[in-house]
């Protein structure tokens, strides 16, 4: 299995200098007046950042519990309360554990995995653990429910609860105001990108966490050694979640993520700024999205192994994706409480909307026949099943995906909530950053004004049918809909012009 690529030479110690700079500005206090100084351990509690090496959220944990003299515990819970968990969202989760587990033993930290299979179960072993701890550390996602699920524990805790940016290559704080488009934060992040990809050692803490304080939690654990797939399965189908939404042949965890990379970067990164445009070439892009939405593999790494492969000009295309529209979509949600409606949108945008509300629509479907891929293009449908089939869209599907629903829905509004449904019920990088700066571009965020027309008004358009001429989809309708896209089957979309 591929490993993470070290540098040996420039790797930086914990607790050194730089993991101080960097923990300055990527761990964020969420309740510091709060104390409990009798408390027994200091509490990881992993929700987003699903690996143990390159966790900024662990490293700043084994550091406070060496300097408290506390052992610490990393708790693993796996939430059926989550919006949108899943069969496919539980199973792809419970893929990367006995991995993770493998790796935190290697490094001597205690860790523990929770599966409620009852919503009603969910969260008391959580709180039963807050409630002993000294401090509680968590992992810092920008997003809304995310920040509402952490910032509950927060306020009933007596201890101080610190959540810790692990998300992007560079420490969120570090862009302290919304950037409005990639030409914007892209200088920022050529100066800042270098020192943040520099490598740290990771450890265990100086602790061990004792025996007599784990036996005295009582709490049904799982065994990670017993997940497989003859036994994940039965596990996720006791579970009250969303079993409509079955499991896909994507599998989670960190070596099948760095396998991925190193598969890509060997095979498509010579060639992946025209490889990448093409949707019926299902290896001419990274397909890292759902590993790097869960943790399972850190952006840096990725753009280590990248910038290492001598790909040129091509390694910064990729990077330019991978790290320009990535961090600009996670500063998006961090300065932007908005960033889950059409309040989020620039003025010029939203009068448009004002404007075009009531333009007659050549073509409506209600959220039903969307989710169902029951629509008169052949192309959005391929799209659309793929996504429900794999838990993935191809790059180029997904923008046109987005910008046809927005003209198919009688409301903006609905065209927004809808999209994040179709995206956030099905996808695996559903409920990420990435997936609502996505969306929300379709509406005009991180773009300019174009000419005005009906329904789109000045948002920039873009057309099913011409999309049929520019790119390659004859085979990638013919894979997802079981038949070619013929010329004469084009749709007809006088709404949807340019």
Known sequence: MPRAVHFPSMTHPLGSPYVRDQLALRAHPLNPKRTQPEGEFVLYWMRSTL????????????????????????????????????????????QAVPEIARRAAELGHAYQL???????????????????????????????????????????????????????????????????????????LARLLDFALEPVEDRGPRRPFPGAIWRSLDLERIDPASLGDATIAPLVARCE????????????????????LHAFVGDSLADYSERRRHPSDPDGSSRLSAHLHHGMIAAAEVARVVRASGAGAEADAFLNEMVTWRELALNFCARNPAHDSLDALPA???????????????????????????????????????LRATGQMHNVARMLWGKSVVTWTPRYADALAWLIHLNDRWSLDGRDPNSYAGIQWCFGKFDRPFAERPVWGTIR??????????YDVEDYIARWNGEPAMAGDRPRLSAVSG
């Open 348 to 386: 010029w945008a939203r009068r448009s909307m004002e404007r075009h509300e009531d333009d007659p629509r050549e073509w409506c479907y209600d959220l039903a026949a969307l989710e169902e891929a029951r629509t008169h293009s052949p192309l959005w449908n391929a799209a659309q099943r793929e």
């Open 461 to 470: 358009p873009m057309s099913l049918e011409r999309a049929l001429a520019k």
């Open 114 to 188: 929770v599966v409620p299979t009852r919503r009603a179960e969910a969260g008391r072993a959580l709180e039963a653990l807050v409630g002993r701890a000294v401090l509680v550390v968590t992992d810092f996602m920008p997003t809304s429910d995310a920040v509402a699920a952490v910032t509950r524990v927060a306020d009933a805790a007596y201890c101080r609860l610190v959540a810790v940016d692990s998300v992007g290559a560079v420490p969120a704080a570090a862009l302290p105001l919304e950037e409005y488009a990639a030409r914007t934060i892209r200088p920022k």
């Open 51 to 94: 690996r143990i090496d390159e966790n900024w959220a662990l490293r700043y944990a084994t550091l406070e519990a060496d300097r408290l003299g506390r052992p610490l515990l990393i708790h693993h819970e796996v939430d059926p309360r989550e919006r949108y968990a899943s069969e496919r969202s539980h199973t792809f989760v419970l």
């Open 241 to 260: 979640i969303d079993h409509e939404v079955p499991a896909v042949p994507l599998r989670g965890g960190a070596s099948a993520a760095r396998e991925r």
